[in-house]
């Protein structure tokens, strides 16, 4: 069972940055995809970004220029870095992994942007 935590949610006024960390407690996390998703309210659940096990990264046109996925393989940890923040990213994030041909999710943490 692979469990993931998210973490760094909160208020932002738009044109701000927030950083969102995502924990996994798997052993094998640098053969794994690593992603985010978001669902705003009353929106179904899109992808924002995906960072495969090689380095390589896939963005949503809408955050593009604005939005950094990273990983950390040594804390087995995969980052969001928002920056020039807009309400229309107000939604709950979740943190995917894939691996083994398996998809797993975290809880999710909440992203407001408002001023």
């Known amino acids: 069972q692979v469990q993931l935590v998210e973490s760094g949610g909160g208020l932002v006024q738009p044109g701000g940055s927030l950083r969102l960390s995502c924990a996994a407690s798997?052993?094998?996390?640098?053969?794994?995809?690593m992603g985010w998703y978001r669902q705003p309210p009353g929106k179904q659940r899109g992808l924002v970004a995906i960072i495969h096990s090689g380095g390589t990264t896939n963005f949503a046109d809408s955050v593009k220029g604005r939005f950094t996925i990273s990983r950390d393989n040594a804390k087995n940890t995969v980052y969001l870095q928002m920056n020039s923040l807009k309400p229309e990213d107000t939604a709950v994030y979740y943190c995917?992994?894939?691996?083994?041909?398996?998809?797993?999710w975290g809880q999710g943490t909440q992203v407001t942007v408002s001023s």
């Open positions: 798997t052993n094998t996390f640098s053969n794994a995809a």
């Open positions: 995917y992994a894939l691996l083994s041909m398996r998809s797993y």
